[in-house]
Nanobody, 110 residues
Framework: QVQLVESGGGLVQAGGSLRLSCAAS????????MGWYRQVPGKQRELVAS???????IYDGSVKGRFTISRDNAKNTLYLEMNSLKPEDTAVYYC????WGQGTQVTVSS
């Protein structure tokens, strides 16, 4: 299993943008399913967006049209471009690719 390390989180005002990255310690080429999840205290971790090895994507309805997931197999990195951020997007964001990253905090102020 590869190790995953997220980065790019932070504090942003509502309406702003952030780009999350998830760097893998090895090749992600053969990882069929990769995704971004988020979790707030007291709630279950939820799937935000996913991408398969052939590039097919799925988004949760709450982020569709605002977030874009992508993967760069040559750089062994998964990305999440987040635009028009809302306070309700505040959470710890985790990447998944047969293993979990440690998470990165995203805080959106109103």
């Amino acid at each position: 299993q590869v190790q995953l390390v997220e980065s790019g989180g932070g504090l942003v005002q509502a309406g702003g943008s952030l780009r999350l990255s998830c760097a893998a310690s090895g090749s992600i080429f053969s990882i069929k399913f990769m995704g971004w999840y988020r979790q707030v205290p007291g709630k279950q971790r939820e799937l935000v967006a996913s991408i398969t090895s052939d590039g097919s994507t799925i988004y949760d309805g709450s982020v569709k049209g605002r977030f874009t997931i992508s993967r760069d197999n040559a750089k062994n990195t998964l990305y999440l471009e987040m635009n028009s951020l809302k306070p309700e997007d505040t959470a710890v964001y985790y990447c998944y690719g047969n293993s979990w990253g440690q998470g990165t905090q995203v805080t959106v102020s109103s």
